[in-house]
């Protein structure tokens, strides 16, 4: 491309000569962000498609520019824009030079948006990190933003961030709710309640959460879920069993909560064990879904036991998958998972997630261990009421905090708070809602 081309598409994404949209600010993501930027390290940022990453991007950037740096300090270069069709680090090297010699830059700060089309990024990436020519923030629609070629270069280099469609509070904030302390939460209590049935049904997904006909919202997630599979899936890896990749994603996608076990699939998909595995990896990577292993203290039987599936967001399962009836149990699970997940990414990066199961079939669905020591057990349920919470959900609850020797112990409900006294041993029942907006 020729510099006056160059400089025509990157004037469509800078701050240099106008203000650029950059959405709703979600701003526990651009804090953690700025603290990632500190040291001498690159920045990556990854997570599933439509999840909000080009506008974190580009509200990091305004930030800068309000703060610290000139707009023509900074570079945003978007290589999901269709004038664009090099993707070689060649390229790379023509913008930044456009860019010094249109702007000379002291201190630059240089965003990719969707850079793992640029085949050898890292080896880019890292020479000018090492050179302190520029700080570089990368962002990608998979958790192998690295590749398996140069990954080793950026070893102790870089930071990760995993950014997910919005939490329960981020969608309030969309939906222009405050809910900021007790008495805003009282005045909201009724209106929250209603937004957490359309949270809980269409997700999280930014667009979704701004549309508000419900058939558009259904035919975005579609069109989500095939861009996943097609663009970042099958296109990627060149998969040529596209009907198996799309029947076991539907599959995983109708069983969101349950057990899964690649033995019991290959029976009822009829694909084969290898491929089942290498396309659940697929699956993961692209942050289409979530395996939880079961707690054991030993690395072998933690490997071959079942997993729990979990959707990054439960308004795709919901759109995509096949159910018969609507299994809200299974969804407050779903999402009570993606938030643990998003907790750990945000605020508790020690923090690992397992589910609970002993010889005898008691089950809990959540062990959140921090270092050697089980933090906190947590059931879910659909339930309104005590007498609705089942016997067999509590006593599971119990006899974990026992043998693990946790005091912690959480009932997530639809809409029941309370605390249940056996012993020594408090349970405390949380509604939903406020649990989500709890942090």
């Given at each position: 491309?020729?510099?006056?081309e160059?400089?025509?598409?990157?004037?469509?994404?800078?701050?240099?000569?106008?203000?650029?949209?950059?959405?709703?600010?979600?701003?526990?993501?651009?804090?953690?962000?700025?603290?990632?930027?500190?040291?001498?390290?690159?920045?990556?940022?990854?997570?599933?498609r439509?999840?909000?990453?080009?506008?974190?991007?580009?509200?990091?950037?305004?930030?800068?520019?309000?703060?610290?740096?000139?707009?023509?300090?900074?570079?945003?270069?978007?290589?999901?824009?269709?004038?664009?069709?090099?993707?070689?680090?060649?390229?790379?090297?023509?913008?930044?030079?456009?860019?010094?010699?249109?702007?000379?830059?002291?201190?630059?700060?240089?965003?990719?948006?969707?850079?793992?089309?640029?085949?050898?990024?890292?080896?880019?990436?890292r020479?000018?990190?090492?050179l302190?020519?520029?700080?570089?923030?990368?962002?990608?629609?998979?958790?192998?933003?690295?590749?398996?070629?140069?990954?080793?270069?950026?070893?102790?280099?870089?930071?990760?961030?995993t950014?997910?469609?919005?939490?329960?509070?981020?969608?309030?904030?969309?939906?222009?709710?405050?809910?900021?302390?007790?008495?805003?939460?009282?005045?909201?209590?009724?209106?929250?309640?209603?937004?957490?049935?359309?949270?809980?049904?269409?997700?999280?997904?930014?667009?979704?959460?701004?549309?508000?006909?419900?058939?558009?919202?259904?035919?975005?997630?579609?069109?989500?879920?095939?861009?996943?599979?097609?663009?970042?899936?099958?296109q990627?890896h060149?998969?040529?069993?596209?009907?198996?990749?799309?029947?076991?994603?539907?599959?995983?996608?109708?069983?969101?909560?349950?057990?899964?076990?690649?033995?019991?699939?290959?029976?009822?998909?009829?694909?084969?064990?290898?491929?089942?595995?290498?396309?659940?990896?697929?699956?993961?990577?692209?942050?289409?879904?979530?395996?939880?292993?079961?707690?054991?203290?030993?690395?072998?039987?933690?490997?071959?036991?079942?997993?729990?599936?979990?959707?990054?967001?439960?308004?795709?399962?919901?759109?995509?998958?096949f159910?018969?009836?609507?299994?809200?149990?299974?969804?407050?699970?779903?999402?009570?998972?993606?938030?643990?997940?998003?907790?750990?990414?945000?605020?508790?990066?020690?923090?690992?997630?397992f589910?609970?199961?002993?010889?005898?079939?008691?089950?809990?669905?959540?062990?959140?261990?921090?270092?050697?020591?089980?933090?906190?057990?947590?059931?879910?349920?659909?339930?309104?009421?005590?007498?609705?919470?089942?016997?067999?959900?509590?006593?599971?609850?119990?006899?974990?905090?026992?043998?693990?020797?946790?005091?912690?112990?959480?009932?997530?409900?639809?809409?029941?708070?309370?605390?249940m006294?056996f012993?020594?041993?408090?349970?405390?029942?949380?509604?939903?809602?406020?649990w989500?907006?709890?942090?």
């Amino acid at each position: 491309m020729k510099e006056e081309e160059i400089l025509d598409v990157l004037k469509d994404w800078n701050f240099w000569v106008k203000e650029i949209d950059v959405g709703i600010k979600r701003e526990k993501y651009v804090e953690l962000l700025e603290k990632f930027l500190k040291p001498n390290v690159i920045v990556c940022i990854s997570g599933i498609r439509r999840s909000g990453k080009s506008f974190i991007l580009k509200q990091l950037a305004k930030d800068l520019i309000q703060r610290e740096v000139r707009s023509e300090e900074t570079l945003i270069v978007n290589f999901d824009d269709k004038r664009i069709n090099d993707y070689s680090t060649m390229f790379l090297d023509e913008v930044y030079e456009v860019f010094q010699k249109n702007f000379s830059p002291s201190k630059p700060y240089v965003f990719l948006d969707e850079v793992h089309k640029v085949q050898g990024w890292e080896k880019w990436a890292r020479t000018m990190n090492e050179l302190h020519k520029a700080k570089i923030i990368v962002s990608g629609s998979t958790s192998k933003l690295i590749s398996k070629d140069y990954g080793t270069l950026l070893t102790g280099r870089h930071l990760d961030l995993t950014v997910y469609p919005l939490s329960f509070s981020e969608f309030l904030k969309f939906k222009n709710i405050k809910a900021r302390n007790m008495l805003e939460l009282l005045e909201n209590r009724i209106r929250i309640r209603r937004l957490l049935d359309e949270y809980v049904k269409y997700g999280g997904f930014p667009e979704v959460v701004m549309t508000d006909e419900e058939n558009v919202k259904t035919r975005l997630l579609e069109d989500y879920f095939d861009d996943i599979i097609s663009r970042d899936i099958i296109q990627r890896h060149e998969i040529r069993k596209a009907d198996e990749l799309i029947n076991l994603a539907k599959f995983y996608l109708t069983n969101v909560s349950n057990l899964i076990s690649f033995s019991s699939l290959e029976k009822k998909t009829r694909i084969t064990n290898d491929t089942i595995k290498v396309f659940t990896s697929f699956l993961e990577e692209v942050y289409l879904i979530k395996m939880v292993k079961r707690f054991s203290t030993k690395v072998l039987e933690q490997e071959k036991a079942p997993r729990k599936v979990y959707c990054n967001d439960i308004g795709l399962s919901n759109v995509v998958g096949f159910r018969l009836s609507e299994n809200f149990g299974n969804a407050v699970e779903n999402i009570v998972a993606i938030e643990l997940l998003r907790r750990k990414e945000l605020s508790s990066p020690s923090m690992e997630i397992f589910y609970w199961r002993d010889y005898q079939q008691n089950e809990v669905d959540f062990l959140v261990k921090e270092g050697t020591k089980v933090k906190q057990l947590i059931q879910t349920t659909y339930a309104s009421g005590r007498d609705e919470i089942e016997k067999r959900e509590l006593r599971s609850l119990l006899k974990a905090g026992r043998e693990l020797n946790c005091n912690d112990l959480l009932i997530i409900t639809w809409n029941y708070d309370d605390e249940m006294k056996f012993d020594s041993k408090t349970v405390k029942c949380i509604p939903l809602w406020r649990w989500l907006i709890s942090m």
